[in-house]
T-cell receptor
Framework: SQTIHQWPATLVQPVGSPLSLECTVEGTSNPNLYWYRQAAGRGLQLLFYSVGIGQISSEVPQNLSASRPQDRQFILSSKKLLLSDSGFYLC????????????FGSGTQLSVL | AQSVTQLDSQVPVFEEAPVELRCNYSSSVSVYLFWYVQYPNQGLQLLLKYLSGSTLVESINGFEAEFNKSQTSFHLRKPSVHISDTAEYFCAVSETGFQKLVFGTGTRLLVSP
């Protein structure tokens, strides 16, 4: 069966420090991968999505970047965190072009202080 | 590009009352539509979806949504809510042939006795 792993679950980082959140999917090939940020009052905001290795689409210009070094690995990064980067980050995957269902990871609560 | 509007950030209702959560979308092409639910302290999960065919779709726990192309809406309804329906509900849209899934800002349904 397919599973999605996202870590860490919580993270407290000082302003200006780097960030690396990792997400891996098991049990499927060539998934579509997504990074979302969930913030109070702003719902679920799509940050990046990828339909294949090295293919990244950015939805929101910001302080973050994403990479997909392997088929089932998706990394969210920042060189210097801002206070406004605080939030709940969710990784998700789907298969195919119909996108019938998105499967979400358990999320990372990031607090930038 | 597609977008989703959920005008109601919070909907309080009494148990056994009917409820409607509104969702409107914007897209220049045909779309797939979804409702996701996030119960307290749980991850996001798919509630129901419209891909094609009948414009009225149902979930296993009594919710239904109707795709109205002329009004570009996909409102979620339930004739009689339970306390256990308390959750945040997200409407989402995906343009056919594309892997990007865009979510609305969410509606918090609060069911009280």
């Amino acid at each position: 069966s397919q599973t999605i792993h996202q870590w860490p679950a919580t993270l407290v980082q000082p302003v200006g420090s780097p960030l690396s959140l990792e997400c891996t999917v098991e049990g499927t090939s060539n998934p579509n991968l997504y990074w979302y940020r969930q913030a109070a009052g702003r719902g679920l905001q799509l940050l990046f999505y990828s339909v294949g290795i090295g293919q990244i689409s950015s939805e929101v210009p910001q302080n973050l970047s994403a990479s997909r070094p392997q088929d089932r690995q998706f990394i969210l990064s920042s060189k210097k965190l801002l206070l406004s980067d605080s939030g709940f980050y969710l990784c998700a995957w789907s298969v195919g072009t119909v996108n019938e269902k998105l499967f979400f990871g358990s999320g990372t609560q990031l607090s930038v202080l | 590009a597609q977008s989703v509007t959920q005008l109601d950030s919070q909907v309080p209702v009494f148990e056994e009352a009917p409820v409607e959560l509104r969702c409107n979308y914007s897209s220049s092409v045909s779309v797939y539509l979804f409702w996701y639910v996030q119960y307290p302290n749980q991850g996001l999960q798919l509630l129901l979806k419209y891909l094609s065919g009948s414009t009225l779709v149902e979930s296993i726990n009594g919710f239904e949504a109707e795709f109205n192309k002329s009004q570009t809406s996909f409102h979620l309804r339930k004739p009689s809510v339970h306390i256990s329906d308390t959750a945040e509900y997200f409407c989402a849209v995906s343009e056919t042939g594309f892997q990007k899934l865009v979510f609305g800002t969410g509606t918090r349904l609060l069911v009280s006795p």
